[in-house]
C-alpha cells in the first residue's frame, strides 16, 4: 500500500508523470481502472496485470462534495447490485424447483407404469410357458398311450398267433392219437 500510495503521490505532481504511467516499471502495458476507494471514488488508474496500481490517469483531485456525491452513488449502487443478486438468486431457486419437480414426477410415472407393464408381459410369459407345458405333457402322454397300445396290439398278435399255434398243434396231437 505504501508504494502504491507514494507512486499516486509521484503521479499527481505532474501530467508528464501521469503519462509515463501508461507502461509499470517491470515493461508491461497497463489498463485503465476506475478505483471506488472512500479516497478516490470515481478515479480512472492505470493498473499492471502483476503489479497493480501503476498511476492515476485522473491527475486532479475531486472537490469534496463530487467525492461525497459520487460515494453515495456507489453506496446504493453496491446496494441494489446485491439487491438484485438475492432477488435473481431466490428466481432462480423457485424455477428451477418448480422445472424440476414436475419433470421428476413425470419421469417417475413413466417409470412405474414401464415397471407395470413389465410385470404383466413376465406373467404372460409365465402363463404362455405353462400353457407350452401343459402341451407337451399332453402331446407325451398320447405318445405314451399311442405306444402302449401299439405294444398291446402286438402282444394281442402274438398272443392269438401263439394260442392259434397251440391249438392247430393240440388238434394235430389228438388226431395222430385217435388214428
Ligand atoms: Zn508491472
Redesign the pocket.
Known amino acids: 500500500m505504501s508504494t502504491q500510495s507514494s507512486r499516486s503521490d509521484n503521479s499527481n505532481k505532474s501530467y508528464g508523470e501521469a503519462s509515463w504511467g501508461r507502461a509499470?516499471?517491470?515493461g508491461?502495458s497497463t489498463i485503465k481502472l476506475k478505483a471506488w476507494t472512500d479516497d478516490n471514488p470515481g478515479r480512472r488508474f492505470y493498473k499492471?496485470d502483476?503489479?497493480g496500481f501503476v498511476s492515476w490517469v485522473d491527475v486532479e483531485k475531486q472537490c469534496s462534495w463530487q467525492k461525497m456525491c459520487l460515494l453515495e452513488a456507489r453506496d446504493e449502487i453496491r446496494r441494489l447490485k446485491s439487491l438484485i443478486q438475492t432477488t435473481s438468486s431466490g428466481v432462480n431457486k423457485e424455477e428451477d424447483n418448480q422445472n424440476l419437480e414436475p419433470g421428476n414426477q413425470k419421469i417417475e410415472e413413466e417409470k412405474k407404469k414401464l415397471e407395470g407393464e413389465k410385470v404383466k408381459l413376465e406373467g404372460e410369459k409365465v402363463k404362455l410357458e405353462a400353457e407350452k407345458k401343459k402341451f407337451e405333457d399332453l402331446k407325451k402322454r398320447l405318445e405314451d398311450e399311442a405306444k402302449v397300445s401299439k405294444e398291446r396290439e402286438k402282444l394281442l398278435r402274438q398272443f392269438i398267433g401263439i394260442s392259434w399255434g397251440g391249438f392247430i398243434v393240440a388238434i394235430a396231437i389228438i388226431i395222430t392219437i385217435l388214428k
Open positions: 509499470c516499471n517491470c508491461r499492471c502483476v503489479h
